[in-house]
């Protein structure tokens, strides 16, 4: 059986809808896509994260199993740190299977030493979140305790990934 198209905006807004109802209690993933199939949600996903949390300035996260409209900073800075905490990772794969490993010469390409220096920023960039575990609670702690123009050593180094 054929799927119909729907816009994302309209799965969006049926996803949205589900969800808040929810409460803070939230949904699980089958509850939240309704009759949505994988990817409609997926698109409806996207384009909440995109459009509807700007316009309603409501957080959607997801929490303990399940997907929640919030504006609970506890609830939104742990779904951050999950999902930077995942985003570091990728770029450590990243740098470690196509950058890193290029030979020599091939480091003083102008698109390598690019990009080389990107996933050196996204390293140095989140570097104080990582040497505190990913546990945002310690990095702001770190970072008031840190004097304004200090700099860590781990963030002028190429990192070893």
């Known amino acids: 059986m054929a799927t119909r198209r729907q816009a ?8 949205w809808n589900r969800v808040e109802k929810a409460g803070e209690a939230g949904l699980l993933t089958k509850q939240a896509m309704g009759r949505n199939t994988r990817g ?16 309603e300035k409501k957080g959607w996260v997801y929490h303990h199993g399940a997907y929640i409209i919030t504006v609970d900073p506890n609830k939104c800075t742990l779904y ?18 196509s950058i890193a490993i290029l030979p ?7 698109t390598v030493r690019l990009l080389r220096t990107e996933c050196e920023n996204i390293f140095a960039a989140m570097a104080l979140l990582e040497a505190a575990g990913f546990s945002p609670q310690a990095a702001a ?3 008031e305790a840190k004097p304004k123009g200090a700099t860590s050593r781990r963030s002028r180094k190429t990192p070893s990934r």
Request: glycine fraction near 6%; aromatic fraction near 10%; charged fraction near 35%.
């Open 141 to 143: 702690k770190g970072a």
């Open 80 to 97: 951050a740190t999950d999902r930077l905490r995942s985003l570091y990772r990728q770029a450590q794969r990243i740098y470690n299977c």
């Open 40 to 55: 409609q949600f997926e698109y409806g996903k996207a384009w909440i994260k995109d459009k509807k949390c700007k316009s």
């Open 8 to 15: 994302a905006h309209d799965t969006g807004e049926d996803i």
């Open 104 to 110: 020599p010469e091939a480091q003083e390409l102008p």
